[in-house]
């Protein structure tokens, strides 16, 4: 009966823990985070982005959703400016793997064997930074990073973008130690 208490527990930690977004984030330790109430974009950083204008609209959209939902308002007279950097690079993943009897007991490892097999896997992985930099001081004070693989399927594109921010901002405000 208590296993059965658990596994819902154990399903939600397998599902959270198999995101496909690995996040970083660095900050100003000196920055007291909670003077902050509105944004902006800084228009002259995002047009310098280099992917489409499309994606750039994913991405404002999904930063938009995610600074409101915590209490964020946009405006004219920002305290933070958000700016967006984005690279991709492509990787290929070769696995070989070899099978037969090997050396010592039973069944092992062994390159003279039959049974080797070589897959060979590319794909293209997209890293999104978001910076928010202190509007009055232009000063960088906080930025957060996530990497993950790229997809050109314009569904899940939506998707792995809203996944993309959600994961970076929610790292913001960072939990600063008094």
């Not at 900050?27 to 489409?52: H, L, M, P, R």
């Not at 009055?136 to 990497?147: C, P």
């Amino acid at each position: 009966m208590k296993t059965l208490k658990f596994l819902p527990l154990l399903l939600l930690f397998l599902f959270t823990s198999c995101s496909s977004v690995k996040v970083n984030y660095d900050y100003d330790k000196n920055v007291d985070f909670n003077q902050f109430k509105t944004y902006a974009f800084q228009k002259s950083g995002i047009d310098k982005v280099e992917i489409s204008d499309l994606d750039k609209k994913r991405i404002l959209r999904a930063i938009d959703e995610q600074m409101t939902a915590k209490g964020f308002t946009k405006s004219e007279t920002p305290d933070l400016l958000v700016n967006i950097f984005t690279k991709e690079r492509e990787q290929v993943d070769v696995n070989q793997f070899y099978a037969g009897w090997g050396y010592g007991w039973g069944y092992g490892w062994n390159p003279y064997m039959w049974g080797g097999n070589t897959s060979v896997y590319s794909y293209v992985e997209g890293t999104l930074f978001i910076d928010l930099i202190d509007a009055k001081k232009k000063e960088l004070i906080w930025q957060g990073q996530g990497v993950g693989v790229l997809t050109q399927n314009i569904d899940k594109k939506e998707e792995l973008i809203k996944e993309f921010v959600t994961k970076i901002l929610e790292q913001y405000p960072p939990q600063q130690k008094k």
